[in-house]
């Protein structure tokens, strides 16, 4: 066989307990991935030659640590953790703070992804890349920036503490979640299933389940991959077009996955915790994988899931498949009802599966116009190739009967639908560049919202108001106002007056929209000592978020205003010097900022010996700051 | 991809530590997530053979008995050579005899 092959496949298997091990000697996982990248190296260079290791795992393990040692003595840190004591489970200790770093807080969502496949699921960057239709460049730019971000957050490698780790396990399977379903929905391209992320999802979640087999939201995440990846075969057709759930040749579901997605249900109930949303939504797709036809889908019990579901995970998306669920358990009409409540949620605006649901409602009621057009505005929304075809299918079958014989005339002048008056409108002479552009901005929402087959005695004002309302509402009065004056335009053009009368004139301030918020509010006597003084401290010092929450009242210098943080010092002005005295109120030792809660005895250095509270978490840290501010303690830190 | 792991049967009878060496490997393959089930097989079993209209059913044991398989494992990584490597590990494990890696289609 071929060596590189082999090399690639033992790099697969072992690269995410390799970095993980490193990782734990260099506390760095940037400075652990590249010595463990030159370890992959020397395979390269010497399994040719001199053949395959006995045991290729364990010598670039060896390879790996050598490398490590070499480095700690080069830097000449601490030689005290170089005995590298193997505890029992060692290795996958590792790896689950290998996966809890990559999915740190401190990164935006699109690096915590992108490097836990490259570090956790071994995955190069070109094929990260692939999987998300980007550039290969852009993924190691990203990953670079993430890898500076954790050595700049200090973010080591370390487990979360207690009460951050509800947080961050969220995260994580946030995380697994988003990579599942890039490869079972993808966004974009012709592949209706990238098999591979699926794949590799699953493959990520069945290890967590080991891993950290005490938390049910983990294994009803198992639960849910296992049950959507067991009709991975049945929901496309031979052509590649998508194929609904009820329309599934049943006898295609895996029934190993099926079998699967049960047992990890099962042990996610054994737990005995309060269904979180992984759960819940793993419940209903066991009520689906249970059903042994579609008519015998309990959709009463699905509707009362998705109630808790709505619940849990308030979303417009989790709203709107309640709305199918009711659809199906109460009858369309009671599932449009549903469907329209949300048609001016602006999460929903351009999300191509409202209007194929409403579609789909609307066809179930008998109004085949309606519905028609709501398939090809769904269509028009929705980048994916096999849902497009699907979409458009629908729309050419929705053609009632008693439309399609009516009388032609009755259909009108060309302009008599929106697309083609707004084309005639914006093709004008007399629109200047500019205006033609800045009219299309507001002319592709409405397009976008009402479809371009929307006839045009059926455009309303109550209409258009409501798309305005949903589309800018919480805008500026200025972009309120330029897309009010581009419909009062066409109300004239196009002999609809009143078309726009919906739409007030609101009143243009001169207000500035500061990233960071205003000294006033920070300083506000209105909010908590804790958060005033930690906020002044990161502003005065532009130290990071990190450092500052390690800091310990013994450390602190008071009269210079300054604090001995590892072997440097963290400097402050009058702002925090006139808060901080109040903040240490008498303590001697222990964490500077303390959280409500009681730590356990077990963590020493992180808790207060005066009051037995714990040290301040940087999620808690952050959540205090973004519900006061809206803001991100980083852009904090950064205008200081 | 999916790989079905077939081992055939050895001389040795299993001793008490090729039962631990096991039971971390079928651990470490969980933990990896590439394990979707594995089982040991008795061994003979029934043999059913079909000529023309006739069927005929056979206990075992039997004399080929080597030929037929002792365990599997059906696993589920991106490449065959990452079988063929988890496959080798097993072996490594269980000392003289075979295997077979064979892909799963629609799997």
Sequence with gaps: MDVHRTIDAVWKLESARIVGGLARLVHDVGLAEELAQDALVAALEQWPVAGIPDNPGAWLTTVARRRAIDHIRRSRQTTTEMSYVEQPHQAQDDVLRLVFVCCHPALPRDARVALTLRLVAGLTAAEIARAFLQDEPQVVRRIAAAKRTLAEEGAGFTRPSGDAMPGRLASVLEVVYLVFNEGYSATGGRDLIRADLCREALRLGRMLATLAPGEAEVHGLVALMELQASRAAARTGPAGELILLHEQNRGRWDQLLIKRGFAAMLRARALGAPPGPYVVQAAIAVCHAQARTAAETDWTRIATLYDALVRLLPTAVVRLNRAVAIGFAYGPAAGLAEVDALLTDPALRDYHLLPAVRGDLLSRLGRHEEARREFERAAGLTRNHAEQAFLRRRAAETEGPAEAEGPAETKGPAEATLGAAVAAFLARDDLGRATRRSYGQTFTRLRRALGDSLPLDELTADRVASVCATAWGSAAAKTWNRHRAALRSFAVWSSLPGLADGLERRVETAAVASPVPAASLLDSPALPLRERALWRLLLESSATVTTVLALNVEDLDLEDRRARSGGRWVTWRSGAARLLPDLVAGRTSGPLFLTERRASASTVGDRCPHTGRGRLSYERAEYLFKRATGGTLRSLRAAG | ?107
């Design chain 2, 1 to 107: 991809m999916r790989f079905l792991m077939i081992s055939k049967p050895t001389d040795t009878p299993p001793d008490e530590k090729l039962f631990t060496e096991m039971g971390a490997f079928i651990e470490e393959l969980t933990a990896a997530g590439v394990l979707l089930a594995t089982g040991g097989l008795e061994p003979g079993g029934v043999v059913l053979s079909s000529r023309g209209d006739e069927i005929t059913v056979t206990d075992g044991p039997f004399a080929e008995a080597k030929e037929a398989a002792a365990g599997f494992a059906l696993i589920e990584v991106g490449t065959k050579e990452e079988a063929v490597e988890l496959a080798r590990r097993f072996r490594r494990i269980v000392g003289d005899g075979e295997s077979t890696v064979q892909q799963v289609f629609g799997g």
